[in-house]
């Protein structure tokens, strides 16, 4: 019933060679259960951290203030704790100093949620469950150890936890879990950008990270985290929306692919400008006049503030600022270059997937766009033909421009050339050597010739 994975074994053999106890915890030992692949492998052992160190090759001392070390062993990661008593709670955060224990019992009290605290004993081969964490994982229940109240009051992280692991597995949160969470609001404040940005993560990990999303809201956690999104909340679009943008945004964010954080996240956040951009004209009509603009200044406001990376804000921010084009079958093939020119032809898969989630999320129900499909066609054609594109697919660069002309390296170089790529995109035969120099000069001449 419980299949220790080969790897595992012959890690644990190691901790009881050298008279250690070894237990496989966490979400392993969740995962494994409820028949999820797992992803990384928590130990739990009474070695401490320095005789964890004497005893692997590669050892990183990640968290070794907590007792905690990363062991590299065959490639694969093991996060090795020792058993501890979590003491001296600051403020909701994590605690200063640990206490570490012998009890593998007194180490599951301090974990978060029943269905996080069984153990599984590698040595003597039993499943340890004091907790009831069986019971919840069959019965699909996030509920805290202890006093819901004073455990999400010690750690701030965990009311967000609650949420997160709800979406992931679709579980319910037990109802004293939940009033915990929502009188625990004050705790959360107090948790560090870092620690809330990982857990965000694994949410939008999940196949419907609205239902955390959600859930986080009904306790009042995501007014505090995303104000931004709970600002969309009855914002009506009307056309053919059945959803206000908020919900709009939560249900674009479940339709985009969920191996794609830029994605989800431009999904979640591609319409945040509207509740400020919204005008009502006289007839009745709504509209959002640029409010792809702001939405992407609020999207990089949260991301920084959540200390996502800057990849991960430059991505998003352009999906964002790029989400509103209108293809019509009558753009010519120099609309098409354009547009890929404008988005960056290692963007296409993104936008495209960010559009496809986008309409999803207009009506609820699965309908393929037929003029989406046609722009994937013609853009693919467009893409085949191998015409240039970029400035770096040019067939001279700004080197060949001062050379030609005599001119000195500066802004003009650089206007020149957009000014020639201007010109490819609508015309791609016009990408060669001789003929790029000749319009340059041209250009130079009508735009510069007074400068000389
Ligand atoms: P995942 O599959 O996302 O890794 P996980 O349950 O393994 O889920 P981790 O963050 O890797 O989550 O933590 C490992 C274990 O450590 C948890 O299962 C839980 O027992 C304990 N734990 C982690 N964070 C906390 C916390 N903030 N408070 C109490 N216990 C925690
Ligand atoms: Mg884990």
Redesign the pocket.
Known sequence: MFRVPRIVKDFSSFFSEAGFQCYL????V??MLFGRK???F?IATDALPEDVIRVFRRVIPTGIKHGTVTVLFKETRF?V?TFRI?QDYQNGR?PDSVIFTPSIEED?K????T???IAYDLHNHHLLDPHGGRKDLKAGIIRAIGDPLQ?FR??G??PI?AC??AA?FRFEIEEDTFTGISRSIDTVKMVSAE?IR?ELI?LLEAQTPSVGFSLLDGCGLLRLIIPELTACKNVEQGDLHQYDVYHHLLYACDAAPRDNLPVRLAALFHDLGKPETLNLSPDGEISFHRHEALSARLAGRILRRLRFSNQILKQVGHLVTQHMFHYEPQWTDAAVRRFVARVGEKNIPDILSLRRADQLAIVGKRFVSGSLLALEKRIEEVLAEDKALTLKDLAINGDDIIRELQIPRGPKVGIILNALLEGVLDDPSQNDRKTLLRIARKFYESRFADAH
């Not at 915890?25 to 392993?28: I, L, P, S």
């Open positions: 915890v966490g979400g392993a969740r995962d797992v992803q990384d928590d996060e704790t979590d994590r599951l301090r974990r978060d949620f269905i996080n605290a455990r010690e750690d992280l965990r936890r997160r692991f992931q620690r990982d694994r």
